[in-house]
């Protein structure tokens, strides 16, 4: 039997998760045996949703010592004492080599006692992870997996380089961020693929047939039905969805838009949305373990992200056969073939998504044409086998 353990820094309901559990759940536990290790909990209830066969390692380090910026992480070894290794951050930093997270001393956290088959990295975002598995996880095999792009999100993974030179291979869920790595990195550029996130058809289909609440069912009423999925942080792209919302009101579109997610900016936007008097147009319905029951009764799927990797909200909606705009984050043009299957507007910019979803609203002949090309696709997705091939 082979061992295999996954890292990430922490488990939130983000794409990067639901896709590492859906992994997880299709390996066959007579061939593996699985352990994912975390530094930290922060949602218990997502750890929850981990397999049974699944040995979770809980790390639980301190997040603000080992995760935070510089100047916080320097603040609090100040006030341990440790002003040798405050200095080290501050030295590090002001000459730009590598980033907070791959330059803290980790001799304190805990080794793990085995070796494994295959150690994954499964978000290089996370450059402690990086540098944990690199440099104290005992495996035969090291992969690196990119779920998020470089350009926009400001990530250098070249000042991680001499962590990210000990993995076997990197892998980029889609071309564009895949080639982003490579022009940072030209050095690794013999160890990259593109692997794409995968999906489960059978059980997103299933689980999108699930009743909506008939109180939400009667907000609704006759109203133009959209929704964005995504956990509320500034990636997504939630305070252009508020301008949008503004401008299709000001333009006397009858529409309700729902949000389903959590996150760090959750009540902030609660705020905004009544400071702009859209309480009536917008409603945030939190997160929801299955969010397909509103993607399938939704009239257009709306995704206004800054950035992105391979976005599974869109593969989702896709898969639902929903009418799709979106902005022009990383990797969409690989999922949405704009004009054919879905619309693409710029990002940041309210004023075109707004123009694009009166305009495919008003448009019905388009909608049955996008539907009828996104029927013909489905059995094109990508399966969990090509992944489970390259672990």
């Known amino acids: 039997m082979k061992k295999i353990i996954f890292g990430l820094q922490t488990m939130v309901m983000g794409g990067v998760e639901k896709e590492l559990i ?3 759940r299709h390996l066959d536990t007579k061939e593996w045996d699985i352990t994912l290790v975390l530094m930290y909990i922060i949602d ?3 750890v929850d949703m981990i397999p ?3 040995k979770v390692i809980n790390l639980n380090i301190d997040k603000e010592y080992y995760c935070s910026d510089t100047i916080t992480a320097c603040r609090l070894r100040l006030k341990k004492g440790k002003i040798r290794e405050a200095l080290t951050l501050i030295t590090k930093k002001t000459l730009r080599i590598g980033q907070t997270g791959s330059n803290v001393n980790i001799k304190e956290i805990p080794t793990i006692d085995d070796h494994f088959d295959t150690a994954v990295c499964f978000h290089m975002h996370s450059p402690l992870m990086v540098r944990y598995i690199a440099e104290k996880i005992s495996a035969c095999k090291k992969i690196a997996w990119i779920h998020n792009d470089f350009s926009t999100s400001g990530y250098r993974p070249d000042k991680i380089i001499n962590y990210l030179s000990k993995y076997d291979d990197i892998i980029g869920v889609s071309s564009q961020i895949t080639e982003e790595f490579r022009e ?8 990259t693929k593109i692997v794409y996130n995968a ?3 059978d059980e997103i289909e299933a689980k999108s047939e699930e009743a909506i609440d008939s109180d939400f069912m009667k907000i ?3 109203r133009l039905f959209l929704l964005t999925v995504g956990r509320m942080e500034e990636q997504k ?4 969805a508020l301008k949008t919302a503004l401008l299709l009101k000001s333009k006397g579109l009858s529409f309700l838009w ?4 959590d996150g760090s900016k959750m009540s902030e936007i609660q705020n905004q949305i009544a400071e702009c008097g859209l309480e009536n147009e917008i409603f945030i319905l939190g997160r929801k373990d299955n969010p397909y029951p509103f993607m399938k009764q939704c009239d257009i799927y709306v995704q206004p992200s800054r950035h992105e990797g391979y976005c599974l909200t869109v593969i989702e909606a896709k898969l639902l056969e929903k009418v799709i705009v979106c902005t022009d984050f990383t990797g969409v043009r690989e999922q949405i073939n704009d004009g054919k299957n879905g619309i693409i507007v710029s990002r940041d910019n309210p004023e075109v998504l707004a123009d694009a979803i009166i305009c495919i609203n008003d448009d019905k002949v388009k909608q049955v044409l996008f539907r009828s090309v996104l029927n013909s696709e489905k059995n094109s997705y990508t399966g969990f086998n090509n992944i489970i091939s390259n672990l």
């Open 22 to 24: 859906s992994i997880l």
């Open 44 to 46: 218990q209830t997502v």
């Open 52 to 54: 049974d066969y699944v």
């Open 184 to 191: 940072l990195c030209p050095q690794l550029s013999s160890k």
């Open 199 to 201: 999906l489960d058809r």
């Open 220 to 222: 609704l009423k006759n």
């Open 237 to 240: 792209g939630y305070d252009t």
């Open 258 to 261: 729902a949000f389903i997610g």
